[in-house]
């Protein structure tokens, strides 16, 4: 009599034959000679290390299924460094914050970044120097946005159309980058791709006196009340303040070259540069 029983656990029992097979391929490094003439007229054992003298590799799995199985490592790993990142900056996140800020000026937070990047840690003394750092730039943004506050709170109102017109009519007549000298300030207008894109820079030779954006003006630290007002007076006629100018000093507002001429000196400015600029 057949014992079904026994019959089955012998079944589940046995172990799966596996066909004992290999995949060879062509070695790349000695072209499948099996000898490698790398360092050319060199004695002794010149069989290619790779294949071991064979002229093919051997391999348990196909290249695709190798290419797979590494791409799944780097997966993994990769998906273990994200996770080192984004715990270290949970756990300290003044320090990541400062250290991606301020990795592109400043060479230690760079150094600290690529740490943090690699190591998904930093060691107890860089936390610390790292720490330290994040604090002092935490504490001078603080201070630098209580100082923006109170410039915006205290910007006053000033009329920079004339102005805009003008350097438009220049930028049309062929000025790539128009300025116009009034009063002792030169006014410039902001790059399109500029953070301040449509805002009017003023200087005072190599001194940055502040910004008019948006109707207001917002002063530097260098800039005195007594500038202030004359900036505002200034881009309020921009035009009698070329006159004015070119009259003071001999030279044209725009250009800024000699007015020679005699025509250019009664108008005090030069008739090309009147004319680009709309006046």
């Known amino acids: 009599m057949i014992d079904l029983k026994d019959d089955l656990e012998a079944i589940f029992d046995a172990k ?30 010149r069989s290619c290390t790779l294949c071991k003298g064979r002229g093919y590799q051997v391999f348990k799995f196909t290249k695709a299924e190798r290419d797979a199985r590494r791409a799944k490592v780097a997966a993994r790993a990769e998906r273990k460094q994200q996770q080192a990142l984004e715990a270290f900056a949970q756990a300290n996140p003044l320090v990541w914050q400062w250290a991606n800020s301020q990795a ?7 150094a600290m970044l690529e740490a943090i990047k690699k190591w998904g840690k930093l060691t107890e003394r860089q936390l610390a120097a790292a720490t330290k750092c994040a604090e002092g730039w935490a504490e001078r943004q603080a201070k630098w946005e209580a100082e ?13 159309e004339a102005i805009e017109v003008a350097f438009g009519n220049a930028k049309s007549a062929g000025i790539k980058w128009p300025r116009l000298r009034l009063d002792s300030f030169v006014f410039s207008p902001a790059g399109e791709s500029s953070k301040n894109a449509g805002a009017v820079y003023i200087k005072e030779g190599d001194t940055y006196l502040g910004k008019v954006l948006n109707g207001k003006l917002f002063k ?4 005195s009340a007594e500038q ?12 009698s ?3 004015a100018y070119g009259k003071r000093f001999g030279s044209c507002s725009a250009c800024n070259r000699e007015l020679s001429n005699q025509e250019s000196i009664d108008l005090g400015i030069g008739p090309v540069c009147a004319e680009r600029f709309g006046w």
């Open 148 to 160: 923006r506050a109170v410039s915006k709170a205290q910007a006053k109102e000033v009329t920079v």
């Open 104 to 110: 592109e000026r400043f060479e230690f937070a760079a």
């Open 228 to 239: 202030e007002q004359r900036i505002i007076d200034a881009a309020h006629d921009p035009k």
């Open 220 to 223: 530097s630290r260098d800039c």
């Open 241 to 243: 303040a070329a006159i």
């Open 16 to 45: 799966p034959i596996v066909a004992n097979t290999e995949i060879r391929e062509f070695c790349g490094k000695c072209g499948g000679t099996g000898i490698w003439t790398g360092y050319g007229d060199c004695t002794g054992d």
